[in-house]
C-alpha cells in the first residue's frame, strides 16, 4: 500500500464515518443484545451438558489415554499421524509455530490495499484451505481410536473352544494392548507398520514356544519382555498363538 | 397558578441558578437530576473523564455496519463471564496436589449452585474460543486487519494466544485422570521444542517431573498472570478500535456526493 492508496483510503472511510450513527446506542444496542445472546447459550450448556468429573488422579496408571480438549483436536491429530521420532518435535512445535508466525505477520505481508473478499483469491483460497485442513483434522482427531486398544473378534478357531477360550484370548488382547506392543507392530486394524513385523497372523508363521523365546530375547531394537508376570506373559503369547 | 414559595429554595447557590428552569410541578426529580449532574461534575473536575467517555461512546460508526461486528464485544462478553464465574470457583478451589480433587468435587456435588457455575466456566471456555476464532475470521474476510489496523491484528493474535493458553492451563485444575494426563503431554510436547522447549516445560511443572507444586504453579498463570494480561490487552485493543475506528464493510462505499468531497478536504 502506497502513500497515495493510504491516504484514499483514509478519506473514504472518513466520508463512511460522517454518515454513519453514533456508538451509543446504536452498537451498544446490537453488541447488548449479542451480549445475552452468549449469556443464554453459556447457561444453557451448563444446565444440559453439566461440568463432569472424571476419576481421581492417579500418576501410576500406564493405559490411560489422554484427550485434550476439542479445540486441540487437530493438533492431537497432527501428532498422532506424524510417526517417526526425528519429525515429531517439527510436528508438535514447527507447525503450529509457523502458523502462528504467519497468523502474526498477516498484515506486513498481505498489503495490498483490496478489501473485498471476492478480489482477494489468493486470501481466500488460503482461508479456506486453512479452514478445511483444521475441520477435518479436528474431526479426524475427535474420532482417533485409543491408540491401547485392539479391536479384533475372537477367530472362529476361538469361538468354537467356548467360554473359556474367548476369556482367555481376551485376557490377552488386553495384555498386548496395555504392554505398548502396538506401538511398533500393527494387530489387525490396530497399532503402527513398523518397525516390528505385522503380528496379524504371527500364530500362523511362529509356534508358540518360538513367540515365547522371542518375548524374552528379541532381536534389536524390541525390548526384552522379562518382566512382564508369568500369567500376563501367558495370555500373551496365548493371544499370539491364536492369530492366524 | 401562583408561584410556590419553595423553588426559590431547591435552587442551587451561586451561578448555577439560572441554568435550571425547571417546572415547579416536579421539583423533586429536578433535585434528583441536579445531585446526580453535580455528581458528575465533582468526578469530571478531578479526572476529566467525560471527554474521553464522550470520544468512545458517542464516536461515529460507518455506515453498513452490521450484526457481524458483535462478535468482538461477544468475545469480551465470554471473557468477563469467565473472570466472574472464576472468582466463584476460587472461594473453593484449593490449588494443592492432595486436596485439589476434594475441593472440586465438593463444589461439584455439595455447594449450592456449583455444577452449575463450574459448568458455566467449563462450556464458557468453549464459547469464547468459538467467538474469537468467528471474530477473527470476520476480521480477516472483511480485510480489516490492512492499514492502519495492522497493530489491531497483532494484539489480537496475542490474544488469540493468551486465551488457548488460559485453555491449556485451565485444563489441568479439576485435576482428575483425564486433566491430568493430557497437561502431562501437553508439557512433554513443549519440552520437545527447540531452544526454549526444556526450560519451558521445567518452569511449567516447576521442575524436572511433574511435582507437588506443579498445579499451585498453573494456577497462579490461570488465575492472575493471564488474565491480567489478557484484560490489558483488551484494553489496547478497544483503544485502538475506538482511536483509528471500525472498517465499514468492504462492499460499501461512499456515495461520491461534491460537497461532501468538498467538506472532507
Request: net charge negative; glycine share 6%; proline share 11%.
Given at each position: 500500500m502506497n502513500q497515495l492508496e493510504k491516504e484514499a483510503y483514509l478519506r473514504e472511510y472518513s466520508l463512511l464515518k460522517s454518515k454513519g450513527k453514533p456508538f451509543f446506542p446504536y452498537a451498544v444496542a446490537k453488541d447488548g443484545w449479542m451480549a445475552v445472546i452468549v449469556m443464554v447459550t453459556i447457561i444453557l450448556m451448563s444446565l444440559t451438558l453439566g461440568a463432569e468429573l472424571g476419576p481421581k488422579v492417579d500418576p501410576?496408571?500406564?493405559t490411560y489415554v489422554p484427550r485434550p480438549e476439542w479445540y486441540f483436536f487437530f493438533l492431537f491429530e497432527v501428532l498422532r499421524i506424524i510417526k517417526p521420532p526425528s519429525l515429531v518435535p517439527l510436528a508438535a512445535i514447527g507447525v503450529p509455530s509457523l502458523c502462528m508466525i504467519l497468523l502474526f505477520l498477516l498484515p506486513f505481508y498481505d498489503r495490498s490495499p483490496e478489501r473485498r473478499p471476492e478480489r482477494r483469491p489468493i486470501a481466500m483460497a488460503a482461508a479456506f484451505l486453512t479452514i478445511a485442513a483444521m475441520a477435518f483434522l479436528t474431526y479426524e482427531g475427535a474420532n482417533a481410536g485409543s491408540p491401547n486398544q485392539i479391536d479384533m473378534e475372537p477367530p472362529p478357531s476361538v469361538m468354537a473352544g467356548g467360554e473359556e477360550a474367548i476369556r482367555a484370548f481376551e485376557a490377552g488382547k488386553q495384555v498386548v494392548a496395555q504392554s505398548g506392543c502396538l506401538a511398533c507392530h500393527k494387530i489387525g486394524e490396530n497399532g503402527n507398520t513398523g518397525p516390528g513385523p505385522d503380528l496379524s497372523e504371527i500364530g500362523g508363521r511362529l509356534p508358540r514356544q518360538a513367540i515365547a523365546r522371542t518375548l524374552v530375547n528379541p532381536t534389536a531394537p524390541m525390548p526384552p519382555?522379562?518382566?512382564?508376570?508369568d500369567e500376563k506373559r501367558d495370555n500373551l503369547v496365548e493371544f499370539l498363538a491364536q492369530l492366524k | 397558578m401562583a408561584k410556590l414559595p419553595t423553588t426559590s429554595g431547591t435552587r442551587p447557590r451561586?451561578?448555577?441558578?439560572?441554568?435550571?428552569?425547571?417546572?415547579?410541578?416536579a421539583p423533586q426529580r429536578n433535585k434528583l437530576q441536579e445531585t446526580g449532574v453535580s455528581t458528575i461534575d465533582w468526578l469530571d473536575e478531578r479526572t476529566s473523564l467525560s471527554a474521553g467517555a464522550r470520544w468512545m461512546m458517542f464516536r461515529k460508526i460507518p455506515k453498513g455496519t452490521n450484526w457481524f461486528y458483535t462478535l468482538g464485544s461477544a468475545t469480551m462478553f465470554a471473557f468477563l463471564s469467565q473472570a466472574v464465574t472464576g472468582v466463584f470457583l476460587a472461594m473453593y478451589y484449593d490449588p494443592s496436589a492432595t486436596r485439589a480433587y476434594e475441593s472440586v468435587r465438593f463444589l461439584t456435588?455439595?455447594?449450592?449452585?456449583g455444577e452449575f457455575v463450574r459448568g458455566m466456566h467449563k462450556w464458557g471456555s468453549t464459547v469464547m474460543v468459538i467467538l474469537i476464532f468467528l471474530h477473527m475470521a470476520r476480521t480477516f474476510f472483511f480485510g480489516a486487519y490492512k492499514y492502519p489496523r495492522e497493530l489491531n491484528w497483532v494484539i489480537g493474535v496475542v490474544l488469540l494466544i493468551l486465551t488457548l493458553a488460559m485453555s491449556f492451563t485451565g485444563?489441568?485444575?479439576?485435576?482428575?485422570q483425564r486433566s491430568y494426563w493430557a497437561t502431562t503431554v501437553g508439557v512433554a510436547i513443549n519440552g520437545?521444542?527447540?531452544?526454549v522447549g526444556p526450560y519451558l516445560s521445567d518452569f511449567l511443572r516447576a521442575g524436572p517431573e511433574f511435582g507437588a507444586t506443579t498445579l499451585a504453579r498453573f494456577y497462579a498463570i490461570h488465575m492472575l498472570l493471564l488474565p491480567g494480561i489478557i484484560a490489558a490487552m483488551i484494553g489496547a485493543h478497544l483503544y485502538l478500535v475506538a482511536r483509528l475506528g471500525t472498517t465499514a464493510p468492504p462492499w460499501i462505499r461512499a456515495e461520491s456526493s461534491p460537497e461532501l468531497r468538498e467538506d472532507s478536504k
Open positions: 501410576t496408571t500406564t519382555y522379562v518382566d512382564l508376570p | 451561586g451561578t448555577r441558578a439560572e441554568t435550571t428552569e425547571a417546572p415547579a410541578t456435588n455439595e455447594v449450592f449452585l485444563y489441568l485444575l479439576p485435576f482428575d520437545t521444542g527447540p531452544l
